[in-house]
């Protein structure tokens, strides 16, 4: 349980991080400036449902 | 190689839980594939910012991106739980088990996306472009718990099957 949870929240922010990180060097500067601008408001919007998959396991693994 | 493992023994939490990750990480595939890709009735965010100029089209496929990177990371930790579920001596490899439960895992999926992104936050409808798209989240969703019935039921089969194997 403990890695998945590690493993996930590590990927997680890489994701978000390298995601923001390439945002800034994109070409087209309105595209640019619209993701700069709503990033992290958006990030945990599209991200929120992927740590349920820890509730999921966790639910799962225990069955007999 | 025949594995004998005692009646009593035998876990199947290990592999319904592999296998209902990876069934969640592929669901977010079908999703992003079939429902943004090809069909393109949808994109991650295109209830906010529609994607009907270049930029916004942009800014769209930028959510998407991020989007699959997600459902890339669930599908790789579903496989080293599978990994690690078919190294148990105490679990046994069953097909309609493994279906069953990726077919939990996709409707899980979908349910989320729902909940989240249809219903709680707005991000999107499943198909924007027809006159009531909250029409096509609700049958959106109707086909979603009726996956997690169907791999449900399946799981439960298979545990039936494989308890009635041992009693023998």
Known sequence: MRYVLGLSATIFALVAFSADAAAC????????????????????????????????????DRMK | MTRVVAANAVRTGPLVS??????FGMGGFIDGI????????????????????????QVNTFWDGIFHAATWTATAIGIALLWRALRRRDVIASPLMMWGALLLGWGTFNVMDSAFNHYIF???NVHEWIANP?????????????????????????KRTSKAAENL
């Open chain 1, 25 to 60: 060097t994109m070409c087209n500067v309105e595209v640019r400036d619209t993701i700069a601008e709503q990033f992290w408001d958006m990030a945990w919007r599209v991200l929120a449902p992927f740590p349920l998959i820890a509730a999921l396991f966790w639910a799962l």
């Open chain 2, 122 to 124: 707005g991000l999107h």
């Open chain 2, 134 to 158: 909250m029409m096509s989240n609700h049958i959106f969703l109707a086909v979603s718990i009726g996956l997690i019935v169907i791999g449900w039921s399946l799981v439960q089969s298979a």
């Open chain 2, 34 to 57: 079939v429902l943004h890709q090809i069909l393109q009735w949808h994109q991650m965010i295109s209830n906010i910012l529609p994607p009907d100029t270049l930029a916004n089209k």
């Open chain 2, 18 to 23: 592999a296998g209902a990750v990876i069934g």
